[in-house]
């Protein structure tokens, strides 16, 4: 349940970033606007692409996130996290494995409730200007983080400029490998209760149960 698009830049663009205050402004906008709402429900259309192998693969889900709880539906997994445990359900296998996920972990991938808030630390960020992506006017945002150590090289936020909500997500891979999240009909401060973001396995038959918490 991970991965993104888009045009590599120099590494060495990491080193030279500066906390842009056009960036910062914008982000700050998004950030307070999206930390007022109750909960955000949204498709999605995920894209993985292997630079190296030269081969894209795309898939769609939806994702519900409510304070530091998520549930996301893609391709035959659903993926619940109640703010301390994930539970990871494939439905071929009938099958759930059952973790604890890094806190500290900043990819949104692996952490989409925190996504809203991590320029926040760890990141220099640049304004690239406004683009159009499918007849909609953005803003185009790099994010570099500060810890070289990481997996990649850059995130990149595409903000719709009429709604000031984000709309694309990109990670470039240092492994060849990028991941975007398209973000699509948005909805929020609908009520969810809290028993969607736990799996609850008395409803499966026969399901196998793969716990590694403590591991």
Known sequence: MRYLILLLLPFSLQLTAQQDPVAREILDRVAAKTKQYQSIQADFTLIVVDR?????????GNIIIKG?????????????FDGKSMWTYVQDHNEVT????????DHFLNNPASVFALYESDFKYQYRGETTVE???MHEID????NLNQPYSRIKLFIAKNTEQLAIISSI?????NYSVFLKN????????????TFDPAKYKKITIVDMRGL
């Open 52 to 60: 190296k192998e030269d081969n894209k693969n795309t898939s769609n």
């Open 68 to 80: 530091n709880k998520y549930r996301i539906v893609s391709a035959g997994t659903t993926v619940y």
């Open 98 to 105: 059952i973790t604890e996920p890094d806190s500290q972990d």
């Open 135 to 137: 007849g909609t006017l």
């Open 143 to 146: 994010l570099f983080p500060e």
């Open 173 to 177: 891979g240092k492994d060849g490998i």
């Open 186 to 197: 948005i909805l929020t401060n609908k009520d969810f209760d809290d028993s969607m973001f």
